[in-house]
């Protein structure tokens, strides 16, 4: 069974600092792609960034680039994101999702969520 359980949101004032991470089990981790997705109240679904299955090549959004830093320990089976110079525009539950593996198919499983809440 796939799981992928995250931890480490909370509340902080703007201009703080935060690590998620996610941890992943019931599958090879290091075969996959993972990414970051977030939803605001009230909004969509947000990409927030991605991170390659091996090499660990990343990709951001123009939201989040600079900001926030995508990271995996394969060793750990586990996904990070390292969210700094937070703004209230980043208060969203935050998901780690498992990219399906075929180009094109998205992703097909996803955590609980974590909630991030950035105010003064």
């Known amino acids: 069974e796939v799981l992928l359980v995250e931890s480490g949101g909370g509340s902080v004032q703007p201009g703080g600092s935060l690590r998620l991470s996610c941890a992943a089990s019931?599958?090879?981790?290091?075969?996959?792609?993972m990414n970051w997705v977030r939803q605001a109240p009230g909004k969509g679904l947000e990409w927030v960034s991605r991170?390659?299955?091996?090499?660990?090549?990343?990709w951001y959004p123009e939201s989040t680039k600079g900001r926030f830093t995508i990271s995996r320990d394969n060793a750990k089976n586990t996904l990070y994101l390292q969210m700094n110079s937070l703004e209230s525009e980043d208060t969203a539950v935050y998901y780690c999702a498992k990219d399906h593996g075929l180009p094109g198919w998205g992703y097909d499983y996803w955590g609980q969520g974590t909630q991030v809440t950035v105010s003064s």
């Open positions: 991170i390659s299955a091996s090499v660990g090549t990343t």
């Open positions: 019931g599958f090879t981790f290091d075969d996959y792609a």
